[in-house]
C-alpha cells in the first residue's frame, strides 16, 4: 500500500490512511481493526485533516492538485478543492 500518513476521526473509532503510491485512502474501524472502506482519490495522497465538528475529512491528493472532501458519515467524496501544486500538509486556521 505504500502507507504515508495516518489520521484517527475526532471520536477514535475510524483510522485513515493515505498513500503516495496507490489511488485508494483505506478507511479502517479501529476497534476490529477491519479494512472499511477504499476511497478512490486518483494518483496518491498525503496529509488528512478531521474537520473540528467531526463531520468531514480533508485529503490532500498531492499528484492531481487538489484536496478532497470526504464525507464522514456515508464515507464519499462530496466535494474538491484546487489547490496548486502539489497540496501535503493541511491545517485549520482561525481568527482571534
Given at each position: 500500500?505504500?502507507?504515508n500518513r495516518l ?6 473509532k475510524?483510522a485513515?490512511v493515505?498513500?503516495?503510491?496507490g489511488?485508494?485512502?483505506a ?32 485529503v490532500?491528493?498531492?499528484?492531481d ?31 482571534q
Amino acid at each position: 500500500m505504500g502507507a504515508n500518513r495516518l489520521k484517527f476521526t475526532l471520536d477514535g473509532k475510524r483510522a485513515f490512511v493515505s498513500s503516495l503510491r496507490g489511488a485508494d485512502l483505506a478507511v479502517f474501524d479501529v476497534g476490529t481493526r477491519q479494512d472499511v472502506k477504499r476511497i478512490k482519490l486518483g494518483r496518491g495522497a498525503a496529509g488528512i485533516l478531521m474537520q473540528p465538528d467531526g463531520s468531514r475529512a480533508y485529503v490532500a491528493c498531492s499528484p492531481d492538485n487538489y484536496v478532497a472532501v470526504i464525507d464522514l458519515k456515508t464515507l464519499e467524496i462530496i466535494g474538491q478543492i484546487d489547490a496548486g501544486q502539489e497540496p501535503d500538509g493541511l491545517a485549520w486556521a482561525t481568527r482571534q
